[in-house]
C-alpha cells in the first residue's frame, strides 16, 4: 500500500523560498503524476502543481511564476519549491498521487499526512 | 475558471440520509471525485468517477451527476461521518487542470 509523507521546514519568512520534499513508501514513483495541494485553515483545498515521474510538469496559472517541482526516482522522492512566499502562502501542504492518467478520471489517492507551513517573520 | 459550488453545511440526524450537492455549469459531462475529511486529518477519496468507491468505503456512500449538479449521498449516517467533504473534478481547459469545490461541513445531529 502506498504511503506518502511530507518534510521541510515549518517555518519560512516572508520574502524566502519554502521547500517541501515528498517520500513515497510501498510503490514506485514510476508512471504516475504526483501532486501538491494546499489549505489554508479553515479554508478549502487547493490543487499547486504535479510532476510526472519523467518530470514533466504542470501547474497551476495563478502560481506558476513562483512555484518549481522536481523528482528523484531513485529516492522515491519529488518536491516543491515555492519562491517569495507571503502570508498567504501559509497553509497545510499536502502530497498526493494521481490516478486515472489516461482514462480522463483524474482525481488523488492517497494523500500524505499533511505538513503545516507557516510564513512569518 | 471553472467553479463548483457546495453548501457550506449539511445537518443529518443518525440513521437518515445526507446529500451533498456540488454545482458546475455541465458538469454532468465531467468526472466527479468526492473527498472526506476529518479534522486534523488528510482527505480520503471516498467516491471517485460519479458513483464509484474505492476498496474500503462502505456502500453507504454514493453518487450521481447530472446536468448541472453532482451529488454525494450518505446512507445510514453514523457519528463518525461527520467531516468536511469535498467535489473534485479535471477541468480540461488548457492551464486549469484540477478543481475542488467549496467544501460542506455535515454534522451529524
Known amino acids: 500500500q502506498v504511503h506518502l509523507q511530507e518534510s521541510g521546514p515549518g517555518l519560512v519568512r516572508p520574502s524566502e523560498t519554502l521547500s517541501l520534499t515528498c517520500t513515497v513508501s510501498?510503490?514506485?514513483?514510476?508512471?504516475?503524476?504526483w501532486s501538491w495541494i494546499r489549505q489554508p485553515a479553515g479554508k478549502g483545498l487547493e490543487w499547486i502543481g504535479r510532476?510526472?515521474?519523467?518530470?514533466?510538469?504542470?501547474?497551476k496559472s495563478s502560481l506558476k511564476s513562483r512555484v518549481t517541482m522536481s523528482v528523484d526516482t531513485s529516492k522515491r522522492q519529488f518536491s516543491l519549491r515555492l519562491t517569495s512566499v507571503t502570508a498567504a502562502d501559509t497553509a497545510v501542504y499536502y502530497c498526493?498521487?494521481?490516478?486515472?492518467f489516461g482514462s480522463g478520471s483524474y482525481r488523488f489517492d492517497p494523500w500524505g499526512q499533511g505538513i503545516l507551513v507557516t510564513v512569518s517573520s | 475558471s471553472y467553479v463548483l459550488t457546495q453548501p457550506p453545511s449539511v445537518s443529518v440526524a443518525p440513521g437518515q440520509t445526507a446529500r451533498i450537492s456540488c454545482g458546475g455549469t455541465?458538469?454532468?459531462?465531467?468526472?466527479v471525485h468526492w473527498y472526506q475529511q476529518k479534522p486534523g486529518q488528510a482527505p480520503v477519496l471516498v467516491v471517485y468517477?460519479?458513483?464509484d468507491r474505492p476498496s474500503g468505503i462502505p456502500e453507504r456512500f454514493s453518487g450521481s451527476n447530472s446536468g448541472n449538479t453532482a451529488t454525494l449521498t450518505i446512507s445510514r449516517v453514523e457519528a463518525g461521518d461527520e467531516a468536511d467533504y469535498y467535489c473534485?473534478?479535471?477541468?480540461?481547459?488548457?492551464?486549469?487542470?484540477?478543481?475542488f469545490g467549496t467544501g460542506t461541513k455535515v454534522t451529524v445531529l
Open positions: 498526493s498521487r494521481e490516478l486515472g
Open positions: 510501498g510503490g514506485s514513483l514510476s508512471s504516475y503524476y
Open positions: 510532476i510526472y515521474s519523467s518530470g514533466s510538469t504542470n501547474y
Open positions: 455541465n458538469i454532468g459531462s465531467k468526472s
Open positions: 468517477d460519479d458513483s
Open positions: 473534485q473534478v479535471w477541468d480540461t481547459r488548457p492551464d486549469h487542470y484540477f478543481v
